[in-house]
């Protein structure tokens, strides 16, 4: 028989590789174990047809909609396909209307509608008195959190299930299996190196549709010598337009651009800080995993010489969620530069590290008598609470009352260095602790 050409095997399979190798039943499913490994409660429903209204909550590429298709597959009720994006109320009547007559008969509807968060609350309104008398199963898939885009009285009706974003070694295994299905390009010889896959699945960032698009511009774009095509390194680079992408995420060069950006803010260095940052997220880091180290030093290298910087680093993590690459790097850049600007204090680091170390050598020391609480008569007896003095009952709300254990008393953990807000901190503790030495009479209870 005539070797396929790979011109031969573009004409016969139009449709996108993504398209082609769409799992059809769960075993085929790759990833979101915690749902539907062996005996999870997803898999439960769907293997037993006991589907219930539900959303899909996680980001692109990640199998909501694949879900929604092998519950199609596998069910004995009516299931209608319904899209946000081009359905109205019109549409949406029109379904119900439907769904209705399927139910006098006595046969359920399963109503599938992809990027629910895109309907206004008029068209939520239209689906709530079918979901509730049982005309519709629900089933809304979203890449946007629902407790914000969906109302709440048909999300109280709605079991909501989180998928999760691929791992690298499930895009990688994902990958390895299009070069081999007959639906994908199992029908070629295609030799591309293991960390080519991996470096594919790293750039996909947990999303299986972008992984296998990539793939596929990278076959279609190999070398080929007789009936072979090799995919190289030079290939892969000219398909994403990024060289630096190929870099490790889990490797040495990783934790060494992480290690460059936190020094670079911790010095006040914002060209450099900004420089990294770019490094990173250009050589496709995961913008997320740089946001959560962002908070990370806006508490640990910032604190509270300016309380601002963490509000402002969870803000930019926020944004990275919400609107993702390539428009999160702006968001980023003004948290980098930001916490580079501000002034610098690691006392709320120290104070936790002592108190650590205190609190691990000390796990069996009872809480002194005086704070704890008394809900109880028996409690009241043992003399919980006894002595507490409430500090709004006093005038400065100040108390000489000991909170620490009696082994661990006069101990001082937070020693605020002076800088930034920190100065007005350290002179408040400061007059806090001279007042209370200066008390020399025993406390009254409030």
Request: glycine content about 6%; overall charge neutral; aromatic content about 8%.
């Amino acid at each position: 028989m005539e070797q396929m050409t790979l011109f031969d095997f573009d004409r016969e399979a139009a449709a996108p590789l993504a398209a082609r190798l769409r799992p059809e039943s769960l075993d085929e499913f790759v990833g979101q174990t915690h749902l539907l490994g062996k005996g999870k409660l997803l898999r439960r429903l769907i293997e037993s047809d006991q589907i219930s209204s539900m959303i899909f909550w996680g980001p692109p590429g990640v199998g909501k909609t694949t879900l929604a298709r092998i519950i199609a597959n596998r069910t004995k009720a009516a299931f209608i396909d319904f899209s946000a994006v081009t359905s109205g109320i019109k549409e949406i009547r029109s379904v119900m209307e439907r769904a209705e007559e399927n139910r006098r008969f006595g046969e359920r509807t399963i109503l599938f509608v992809d990027e629910i968060h895109r309907f206004n609350k008029a068209q939520q309104d239209a689906f709530l008195p079918f979901v509730e008398k049982g005309s519709i199963i629900l089933i809304g898939a979203t890449t946007e959190n629902p407790s914000f885009e969906i109302n709440s009285a048909l999300l109280s009706r709605c079991r909501v299930f989180v998928l999760q974003s691929l791992k690298t070694e499930e895009l990688t295994a994902l990958l390895s299996r299009a070069l081999k299905s007959p639906k994908g390009f199992g029908s070629l010889k295609v030799s591309i190196d293991k960390e080519l896959l991996e470096a594919i699945a790293v750039f996909a960032n947990g999303d299986a549709r972008s992984a296998l698009s990539t793939l596929e511009m990278a076959v279609l774009n190999g070398e080929m010598e007789g009936d072979s095509i090799t995919v190289t390194r030079e290939t892969l680079e000219q398909c994403i337009s990024r060289k630096s992408l190929l870099y490790d995420k889990k490797g040495e060069e990783h934790y060494n651009l992480i290690s460059a950006l936190h020094k670079s803010m911790r010095n006040s260095d914002p060209d450099a800080a900004v420089y990294w940052l770019a490094r990173m997220l250009e050589a496709g880091e995961d913008p997320l995993y740089v946001a959560r180290r962002v908070i990370r030093f806006a508490s640990e290298d910032v604190g509270l010489a300016d309380p601002r910087a963490l509000p402002l680093a969870v803000a930019a993590y926020e944004a990275c969620h919400y609107i993702g690459m390539p428009e999160c790097t702006l968001n980023l850049s003004q948290a980098v530069i930001y916490l580079s600007l501000a002034p610098k204090s690691n006392s709320l680091d120290l104070a936790y590290s002592a108190a650590k170390q205190d609190a691990l050598q000390s796990l069996a020391e009872p809480v002194p008598l005086v704070i704890r609480n008394a809900p109880t008569g028996l409690m009241k007896e043992l003399d919980y609470g006894k002595g507490y003095q409430y500090a709004h009952d006093f005038k400065d709300r100040l108390t000489a009352m000991q909170c620490l254990p009696d082994s661990l008393a006069g101990r001082e953990y937070y020693r605020p260095d002076g800088e930034g807000m920190e100065k007005s901190l350290k002179e408040r503790l400061e007059q806090i602790k001279a007042w209370k030495k200066a008390q020399s009479s025993p406390s009254r209870s409030s």
